[in-house]
């Protein structure tokens, strides 16, 4: 799996970049979001997803952990593949879709092309537990994700258990710690809270 991509962007349009990386260019797909955050022509740093099929190995880039994480959650909704995620980060922002989400709002998704009122119906019902209203903070997005794709929260659930604790009685100490906390904390704080609630 490769997790990010580290280099010199040689060519930037609002549907791809292509980033040189020891000499290898990597063609990368790109949402609108990402694309106006961009530099030119400069050293960047793009979080990656490789989304594999039988006839093609394609390359999603993320200016940021968030966006890649809210990408993920989109595409673990049945019916959503890459491209359709990546045309609802293209059409909304990040705020927007998980307000869309957590107040139960789907229209909101529905103006996104390809994302008819079956589709944005099951993206709220399948994500409005996973995403947590705390990832709204001042116009952000934390980079905390309460969903089971974070890789914090697993990180922390697989120490808790080999500390000797049940799955899901760890799992239920970590969400009652994430939706607690209003910012994003690290492994270790993470651990030290779910002790204090098991």
Do not use: W
């Amino acid at each position: 799996m490769i997790t990010h991509i580290d280099g010199r962007l040689v060519e930037k349009t609002p549907t791809y970049v292509v980033i040189d990386c020891g000499g290898v260019g990597y063609y990368i797909n790109i949402s609108l979001n990402t694309y106006s955050r961009l530099p030119e022509g400069e050293r960047c740093k793009l979080y990656t997803h490789l989304a594999i099929r039988e006839d093609a190995h394609i390359l999603f880039g993320f200016i940021d952990n968030a966006e890649r994480q809210l990408f993920m959650q989109l595409t673990s909704v049945s019916g959503v593949g890459p491209s359709t995620a990546r045309m609802i980060l293209s059409s909304l922002g990040a705020k927007e879709i998980i307000e869309a989400v957590t107040h139960h709002q789907p229209k909101v998704l529905q103006g996104c092309k390809g994302v008819g009122a079956k589709t944005a119906e099951l993206i709220v019902v399948t994500l409005k537990d996973k995403l947590t209203k705390e990832m709204i903070l001042s116009g952000g997005v934390t980079e905390m994700f309460a969903g089971a794709t974070s890789p914090l929260k697993d990180e922390a659930l697989s120490a808790l258990v080999m500390l000797g604790f049940v799955k899901n009685v760890a799992d239920k100490a970590l969400d009652k710690v994430i939706k607690a906390s209003g910012e994003a904390l690290t492994v270790e704080q993470l651990i030290k809270l779910a002790l204090k609630n098991i």
